[in-house]
């Protein structure tokens, strides 16, 4: 924990003659990142592990590369988009207020945001998937780097279970609890894109969850993934039991939509794979506790540098969200008052931020 007791805030780069997108800003913050490297050396790690060459070879292009194609994306125009978007409120998988035409149009926009290559073969993500962020502003490892974090400590959670659920003599698919963990945040690269005032651009919800767990779903269908490890995927936000029964079976249906896929061919059951998928899902109550005290703390902290939490931009995009890609909310939140001094207290190197004050961010600048 000695490494609380300074906050060294990545640079980002410093050219007031240019501007730069807060996405390519914020994935070049979360690659200096120490802590981001050792999630992303645990993913790789994780696929290598996979038995099946084909799924390893799409998991591994897909998490691994920006300029990997989108395949629930390919030849897909506004048109057809708008088609989709149409069959998904028909079936009550929209709320009320993107039912309407307006809000359809809406959700179409979250739906599908833009993405390079748009209208070719190959859309693609355009920057480092796993440097995106981990969760929506205000929730868990919503930071530079923090789904790579995210990621990373499910794996670390489903394979302590299955192993803990092999040695009792259960026969699990590891590669499908392995496969669900890896695919099922994916889209968040492409739903959650950092904006001009340094938070993440709302995600919308399609039946009942957040759309990254049904656009996960979808590209894992189109890529032809296995389908066991695919229901093991659908799991991730609950089992199908109970009650959740009908929403595991809900989010195969609309992520069939956007694929263009039968449902019929992923039925949702409670396997053990299934139910592992959806317990290392959890570390989102950790998470969520975790960025409300860092939040806090680091806005008190925050004035030693001369930032202003009220001046959201220059705030988030030069100080919050490098010092959370530098250390981690879970660091800040479980150190309590363990350390020598409080996070409150700690000294924060000013010139070490300053030049990011100078970087002009998309079509406006942040000012200071």
């Known amino acids: 924990m000695r490494h609380l007791l300074f906050l060294a805030v990545l640079l980002l780069p410093a050219n007031a003659n240019a501007q730069v997108s807060p996405d390519a800003a914020m994935a070049q913050v979360a690659e200096r990142a120490p802590l981001f490297q050792r999630a992303r050396h645990r993913i790789v790690k994780a696929i290598g592990r996979l038995e099946g060459a084909e799924a390893k070879r799409l998991t591994r292009a897909a998490l691994l590369s920006g300029g990997d194609c989108v395949r629930h994306r390919i030849g897909l125009d506004r048109e057809a988009q708008r088609k989709i978007v149409g069959i998904l409120a028909a079936r009550g998988f929209l709320d009320a207020a993107h039912r309407t035409m307006a809000g359809m149009e809406e959700a179409r926009e979250q ?42 400590t499910n794996l670390a959670s489903a394979t302590a279970l ?17 496969g669900a963990v890896l695919w099922h945040d994916w889209a968040k690269a492409l739903v959650l894109r950092w904006q001009i005032d340094g938070n993440t651009t709302p995600e919308l919800r399609v039946a009942g969850t957040g759309t990254h767990h049904i656009l996960g779903l979808a590209e894992a269908m189109r890529r032809g993934l296995p389908a066991r490890w695919i229901a093991a995927q659908a799991c991730a936000h609950g089992a199908p039991e109970g009650e959740d029964r009908s929403n595991v079976s809900n989010w195969i249906e609309a992520a069939a939509i956007v694929a263009g896929e039968d449902p019929a061919r992923f039925p949702a059951r409670g396997s053990p794979e299934c139910l592992i998928s959806y317990l290392s899902d959890q570390n989102w109550a950790f998470g969520d506790a975790a960025i409300v005290a860092a939040e806090a703390r680091l806005a008190i902290a925050a004035a030693q540098a001369g930032f202003d939490p009220a001046d959201r931009p220059r705030y988030n995009l030069c100080y919050r969200n490098p010092v959370l890609a530098r250390l981690g909310a879970d660091a800040v939140f479980a150190s309590g008052e363990r350390v020598a001094r409080p996070i409150t207290a700690l000294p924060i190197m000013a010139p070490r931020i300053s030049p990011c004050l100078d970087q002009r961010y998309g079509p406006a600048a942040v000012q200071k």
Do not use: K, T
């Open 162 to 178: 299955l192993h803990a659920y092999r040695a009792e003599g259960a026969q699990i698919d590891g590669d499908s609890v392995v």
């Open 111 to 152: 739906l599908f945001p833009p993405l390079p290559g748009d209208g070719s073969a190959c859309p693609h993500p355009g920057l480092s998937v796993l440097a995106a962020a981990g969760g929506n502003s205000g929730s868990h490892h919503s930071w530079p780097g923090g789904l790579a974090e995210h990621i990373a």
